[in-house]
C-alpha cells in the first residue's frame, strides 16, 4: 500500500502562489500515476492535475495555464505549483497515486488551500 504525506497549502490573497509537495514511501520508484484532487467546502471531491506515466501532465480545464505539477520520479515525490490563485481554488487538495493501471488509488489526508483577500 503506497503511503503518501503531503506538505505545503495555507493561507494566500487572490493572487498569490503556493506550492504543494507530496512524498509517496511503501513502494518502488517510478509509480504510474501521481496527482492531486481537490474539494471544495459543499462540493464534491475533484480532480486537479495528474502526471502519468507515460503520457505525461494532465489538468482540470479550470488550472491550465496556472498550474504546474511536476514529479520526481526516482523519490515519488509529485509537487503542485499553484499561481494566479482565485477564491475559487480554496478547498482541501489531497494527493493521491496509484503504482499501476490496475491498482486502486491511494490518498493522503490533505491539506488545506485557503485564497482569501
Known amino acids: 500500500q503506497v503511503q503518501l504525506v503531503e506538505s505545503g497549502g495555507g493561507l494566500v490573497q487572490p493572487g498569490g502562489s503556493l506550492r504543494l509537495s507530496c512524498a509517496a514511501s511503501g513502494s518502488p520508484p517510478g509509480l504510474y500515476s501521481m496527482g492531486w484532487y481537490r474539494q471544495a467546502p459543499g462540493k464534491q471531491r475533484e480532480p486537479v492535475a495528474s502526471?502519468?506515466?507515460?503520457?505525461?501532465?494532465h489538468y482540470a480545464d479550470d488550472v491550465k495555464g496556472r498550474f504546474t505539477i511536476s514529479r520526481d520520479n526516482y523519490k515519488n515525490i509529485v509537487t503542485l505549483q499553484m499561481s494566479g490563485l482565485k477564491p475559487e481554488d480554496t478547498g482541501v487538495y489531497y494527493c493521491t497515486a496509484r503504482a499501476s493501471p490496475f491498482s486502486s488509488d491511494s490518498w493522503g489526508q490533505g491539506t488545506q488551500v485557503t485564497v482569501s483577500p
Open positions: 502526471d502519468d506515466n507515460p503520457s505525461g501532465a
